[in-house]
């Protein structure tokens, strides 16, 4: 959590996210590495780990150019 306001503070992560909704959905991701959830939707664990880090560092929403 240290890591995550440290970062925020350094102007590395929006700080338009609260530190402790990232803290949460990393946690809520490696819950669903420790139950084996993932391999409901995913049958390579690189798969997963790629989209976790996209949505994690790139968000949902697509840029489009102007």
Known sequence: MNN???ARNDGEI???IDPEFLW????KLSELVKEGTW???FSDFKDYQYQARTLLFYGLLSRKEV
């Open 4 to 6: 995550l306001v440290d």
């Open 24 to 27: 949460l959905v990393t946690e």
């Open 39 to 41: 391999k409901e939707v």
């Open 14 to 16: 929006r700080d338009d």
